[in-house]
DNA sequence: GACCCTTTGAAGAGA
DNA sequence: TCTCTTCAAAGGGTC
């Protein structure tokens, strides 16, 4: 594992205490090896779904009296354990604070440092760089003396207002306070703006108000339930479905009445806006656009624990910080930290672009908040009841729908199934450079266009499709070519983990590549002003990738990409900022030397995505 | 403008 | 029964 260390006081920061945020796949080697633990997890998980099925009508107090007695831990606290089980395994007690959920190895910044915003940096405090935050999450929160750390993306230490602090009495950590009444962050049409009615109006029968009003958009409409929702289900029902368009709940309609989720092609969510203005128009062309819309329906699928909790979340995170890309709040509020490794194998796969920029408080701080998987038993159980009067909802004013019906309306990823023939191929081809496609033929390679000809133009790598030299034809020519990044090429595979130069004494046997660790990673934004701090970041193995690229283990460490370049723009020559973008692109600083760019310093204040491309 | 990314969970299809 | 695939939301990014 990891060379780091701990106590040599070197120039690679050996005196920094790194904190291991484990990857899934090493999580998972740890959780295949406790498995007992996974099934709990899993057993829990399940017993939600039981639940929520059985206690559909039961008041809060019926549910904790039929509730198993209360779990000693939570799913952060299981989270946590587990990750530091692992760690341990892994550092071979090298790492002395217990890993966070999260990501492989974040390096705790020096919150000294000049060039942290709120830094106030003592001549002799730079010494040591980075300080040790994280402790064991039974003590004091970790995070609590860093949380008044803030830049331009988070700023922990003035809570937005509508995230108030809610520490776990059992963790210690701040959790999400629960969805109030009304959420600020549902969206609200223009036209519904000043018009919030009372969060439990829906349960009510509204006077003067049609109970199921039909707009011209076909859709927020009622949704009847005859389903009793505490206050919070009420909110997380509204923000789908507007309060005064949820009927009363013992007034059941099962016919004829428009769901949200139907969706016309050209019309989404319509304002009551949008109705009025639809009034000025004539009832006989309204009748003959309803009917074309209703060629054109398209009822979506009920959306499921998971999604409702991400609708509500989103708007927090990004109210946390700037960070706006979807994908990216995805990860923070999804990613799996003790996941099934079945289901990870087959649909976690870090792209590039996943390596988001963050700053480590912000990341940890988000993680800790927001994550999915970090939700308390009751938490989850909440979404998991709300997803399910959804799901009875839609079946009962659609029972003929199938999700099947919505097969195939939105195109069929064929990258996908690329990448799963390209893995094949890689067993029987392995490639060592990195994570390229697999050499299907190394004695007579050939270029795309010959290889797949045109007709499967899909197929070929990036650089073929935009007239430019094969990279398939250059590793046949026996050199190592660049990864042309996405597309169900080179870099979709996550990297290689350095653990498969320096093999982990805990690690029996070569993991598939999407067991590596390859995750959200703390790296480094390119800045006009350089920030010579390398251990802002976070990031797998540091000291190991050094190691390794030192001793002249990494292969075609010669070559040089463009993409890399870019990627590692933010690097310096400065052996901290090359550590910083080995520990971003682990994979990449195996495979290739840096593009340094002394003038190209890291910011390490910003969520950004990286496009390798 | 379509599609991608990214997440979990539900559901359907096929082996 | 198990595995795989698709689709739900979301908004910036890519082509």
């Known amino acids: 594992m990891p060379q780091l260390n701990g106590g040599g006081g070197d120039d690679l920061g050996a005196n920094d205490e790194m904190i291991s945020f484990k990857d899934e796949g090493e999580q998972e080697e740890k959780i295949s090896e406790n498995s007992s633990a996974e099934r709990d997890l899993a057993d829990v998980k399940s017993s939600l779904v039981n639940e929520s099925e059985t206690n559909q009508n039961s008041s809060s107090d019926s549910e904790a009296e039929r509730r198993p007695p209360p779990r000693s831990e939570t799913f952060r606290d299981k989270t946590r354990e587990s990750l530091e089980e692992a760690a341990k395994r892994q550092d071979g007690g090298l790492f002395k604070s217990p890993p966070y959920p999260g990501y492989p190895f974040i390096m705790i910044p020096d919150l000294t440092s000049p060039y942290l915003p709120n830094g106030s940096l003592s001549p002799t405090a730079r010494t040591s760089n980075k300080v040790p935050v994280v402790q064991h999450p039974h003590h004091v929160h970790p995070l609590t003396p860093l949380i008044t750390y803030s830049n331009e993306h988070f700023t922990p230490g003035n809570p937005p207002p509508h995230l108030q602090t809610d520490v776990d009495p059992k963790t210690g950590i701040p959790r999400p306070p629960h969805p109030p009444d009304i959420s600020p962050y549902y969206p609200l049409s223009p036209g519904t703006v000043g018009q919030i009615p009372h969060p439990l109006g829906w349960l009510v029968p509204q006077q003067g108000q049609p109970v199921y009003p039909i707009t011209t958009g076909g859709f927020r409409h009622p949704y009847p339930t005859a389903l009793t929702v505490n206050a919070s289900m009420s909110s997380l029902l509204s923000s789908r479905f507007p309060p005064h368009m949820v009927p009363p709940h013992h007034s059941l309609h099962t016919t004829g009445i428009p769901h949200p989720a139907i969706v016309t092609p050209n019309v ?346």
């Open 268 to 613: 989404k969510q319509e304002s009551s806006h949008s109705d009025i203005s639809s009034l000025n128009s004539s009832k006989q062309s309204d009748a003959k656009k309803e009917e074309e819309k209703k060629k054109q329906v398209h009822i979506k699928k009920p959306l499921n624990a998971f999604m409702l909790y991400m609708k509500e979340m989103r708007a927090k995170v990004v109210a946390e910080c700037t960070l706006k890309e979807s994908a990216a709040i995805n990860q923070i509020l999804g990613r799996r930290v003790s996941p099934d490794p079945r289901r990870r194998l087959r649909r976690t796969v870090w792209k590039p672009e996943s390596w988001y920029m963050f700053s480590w408080v912000t990341l940890v701080h988000l993680l800790l908040t927001f994550q999915w998987h970090a939700l308390s038993r009751e938490e989850q159980a909440k979404y998991y009841e709300l997803a399910r009067k959804e799901r009875q909802l839609h079946m009962q004013l659609y029972p003929g729908w199938s999700a099947r019906d919505n097969y195939g309306k939105r195109k069929k990823r064929k990258r996908e199934k690329q990448q799963a023939e390209s893995n094949e191929h890689r067993e029987y081809f392995p490639n060592p450079c990195l994570s390229l496609p697999p050499i299907t033929d190394a004695n007579t390679p050939k270029k795309c266009r010959a290889l797949f000809g045109l007709d499967q133009l899909s197929l070929w790598c990036k650089p073929c499709r935009r007239k430019k030299k094969c990279i398939r034809y250059i590793q046949g020519e026996g050199s190592c070519a660049s990864p042309p990044s996405t597309d169900g090429s080179l870099l979709d595979s996550p990297p290689s983990s350095p653990s498969s130069v320096v093999p982990s004494p805990s690690s029996k046997e070569s993991k598939p590549q999407t067991e590596q660790m390859q995750p959200l990673s703390l790296t480094m934004k390119p800045a006009h002003q350089p920030l010579h701090h390398p251990h802002l970041l976070a990031g797998p193995s540091l000291g190991q990738l050094e190691n390794s690229a030192a001793a002249g283990k990494t292969p075609a460490a010669s070559s040089h990409n463009g993409a890399l370049e870019r990627a590692d723009v933010s690097s310096s020559r400065q052996p901290g900022s090359s550590v910083a973008s080995s520990m971003a692109r682990p994979s990449a600083a195996l495979c290739h030397s840096r593009s340094l760019h002394p003038s190209a310093a890291p910011q390490p204040l910003s969520l950004v995505t990286k496009s390798i491309e």
